[in-house]
């Protein structure tokens, strides 16, 4: 089944110490997204690309970072984790609505609980 | 800005019983999309149905129906003949639909639903 996967699906690392997510997607969607969930809060768009045009959201600190090598993986750095990024990391997909422009609806993978000590 | 409010931070329902979850928001915008994901406990979130603001019909998808007041700016999600499989947390979301580009996903900060046996 086409699928949007996650690795690891748990985290945890120290203060301080690189940390690297990866996503990966067998949809072939054009469009990849990263969110930070926090408990008990909406997830947070942190960045996307379409394509391998890269678009930062403004608030979107410079501790975290992206990649995207090909269209199938997309990667999340965080270069100096901090306690307050403990949370869920969510990968998500979709593609360009043919005709309006307008982007389709978003795949989730199942996330990366990331916790820092 | 677009804002979604999801004002019950907890719900719950008895098997086989109807619930409604609900939801306002804010917009400038005459036309977009409103979305309820459901997000089941260390599973991925995914798409439970999909409301076109330019349409009047409420959306229906089996068991999952919309009350969408679009004067009122609201968006509720009625679920009915509840299952033990429906308890997740749900959010409601919130994308405008101009042609021309990325257009952002607004979440609320979810519903945690619990389906008692």
């Known amino acids: 089944d086409a699928m949007v996967i996650q690795n690891p699906r748990y985290q945890v690392t120290q203060f301080g110490k690189p940390v690297t997510l990866s996503c990966s997607q067998t949809l072939n969607h054009n469009v990849m997204y990263w969110y930070q969930q926090k408990s008990s809060q909406a997830p947070k768009l942190l960045f996307h690309?379409?394509?391998?045009?890269?678009?930062n959201e403004a608030d979107t600190p410079d501790n975290f970072q992206s990649r995207r090598p090909n269209t199938s993986f997309c990667f999340l750095d965080i270069r100096s984790p901090g306690l307050g990024d403990t949370a869920m990391y969510l990968c998500a997909t979709s593609t360009l609505l043919e005709g309006s422009g307008s982007y389709n609806e978003q795949f989730f993978g199942p996330g990366t609980r990331l916790t820092v000590l | 800005a677009q804002t979604v409010t999801q004002s019950q931070p907890e719900m719950s329902v008895q098997e086989a019983e109807t619930v409604t979850l609900s939801c306002t928001y804010d917009?400038?915008?005459?036309?977009?999309?409103l979305f309820w994901y459901k997000q089941p406990p260390s599973r991925q979130m995914i798409l439970v149905i999909r409301q076109e603001a330019y349409k009047q019909q409420n959306a229906t998808e089996n068991r999952f129906s919309v009350n969408f007041q679009k004067a009122a700016k609201s968006f509720s999600l009625k679920i009915s003949d509840s299952q033990l499989g429906d308890a997740a947390m749900y959010f409601c979301?919130?994308?405008?639909?101009?042609?021309?580009?990325?257009?952002?996903?607004?979440f609320g900060i979810g519903t945690k639903l619990q389906v008692i046996p």
């Open positions: 979301a919130y994308r405008p639909s101009r042609s021309g580009g990325y257009q952002k996903v607004t």
């Open positions: 917009t400038s915008e005459s036309d977009y999309y």
């Open positions: 690309y379409y394509d391998k045009d890269f678009n």
